[in-house]
């Protein structure tokens, strides 16, 4: 999960190509074009996963900016392990916008508007 995130912060989509299962995953061609500014990531909880499994679950909180407005995604993800590689499936998500006043969610306290919305 956290090699996820940090793979979209650094723009390899590739990575997130190759670690989406291939049952679900999308054309390489529709990551390449994401261009979101990744601000933080709060993993909530997570459900399975251990080196035993073959599935796993994890609650997560990211904050992001794209098109010049701030958000925030709730995503449950869905994993599967194979041949000892763990691989994205899919997940149950939903969005907020941050407000240009709300504090800015990289926990620096100022407001987004003066901060990562920049």
Same mark, same amino acid.
């Given at each position: 999960m956290r090699s996820r995130y940090a793979a979209f912060v650094l723009g390899l989509s590739e990575y997130i190509w190759r670690t989406w299962h291939e049952s679900t995953r999308p054309d390489?061609?529709?990551l390449g074009g994401l261009g979101l500014k990744w601000i933080d990531l709060k993993i909530e909880s997570s459900e399975a996963g251990k080196?035993?499994?073959?599935?796993g679950k994890v609650h997560f909180i990211a904050s992001f900016v794209g098109g010049n407005k701030g958000k925030i995604l709730d995503?449950? /993800?869905?994993?599967?392990?194979e041949d000892g590689l763990w691989y994205y499936v899919d997940g149950? /998500? /939903?969005?907020?916008?941050? /407000?240009r006043n709300d504090s800015c969610p990289c926990g620096s306290g100022v407001k987004f508007k003066k901060c990562c919305l920049h």
């Open positions: 390489l061609e529709i080196n035993t499994d073959t599935t995503e449950v /993800s869905d994993f599967i392990k149950e /998500s /939903s969005t907020a916008d941050i /407000s």
